[in-house]
């Protein structure tokens, strides 16, 4: 049974940093692409990040480019987030996500199966 399991809730400030990690089981992880979305209240869940299985290529979405870094760790199954210089229009509950082609890095969230419960981020302004 796959399991996801984000950690890495926040509450920060404008222009402030924070970590989230995301700990996976139940699947070979450094066989699979990873990604980071993220959902708002009263919006449509949207990619934020996807990286390879061996981390040597990595995707981000405009909104979040120059400011967050997708990383991963193979020995310890684990997929990072690292935030800088966030907005409040950052806030949101971030999940991540393991797709159905393990292999395959993409950023369309149809192609992701499995999912961790999420964890939320708020920056205030």
């Known amino acids: 049974q796959v399991q996801l399991v984000e950690s890495g809730v926040g509450l920060v400030p404008a222009v402030g940093s924070l970590r989230l990690s995301c700990a996976a089981s139940?699947?070979?992880?450094?066989?699979?692409?990873m990604g980071w979305f993220r959902q708002a209240p009263g919006t449509e869940r949207e990619v934020v990040a996807a990286?390879?299985?061996?981390?040597?290529?990595?995707y981000y979405a405009d909104s979040v480019k120059g400011r967050f870094t997708i990383s991963r760790d193979n020995a310890k199954n684990t997929v990072y987030l690292q935030m800088n210089s966030l907005e409040p229009e950052d806030t949101a509950v971030y999940y991540c996500?393991?797709?159905?082609?393990?292999?395959?890095?993409?950023?369309?969230?149809?192609?992701?199966?499995?999912w961790g419960q999420g964890t939320q981020v708020t920056v205030s302004s």
């Open positions: 139940g699947l070979t992880f450094s066989t699979y692409a």
């Open positions: 990286i390879s299985w061996g981390g040597g290529s990595t």
């Open positions: 996500a393991a797709p159905r082609i393990f292999s395959v890095v993409t950023m369309a969230a149809d192609r992701y199966d499995y």
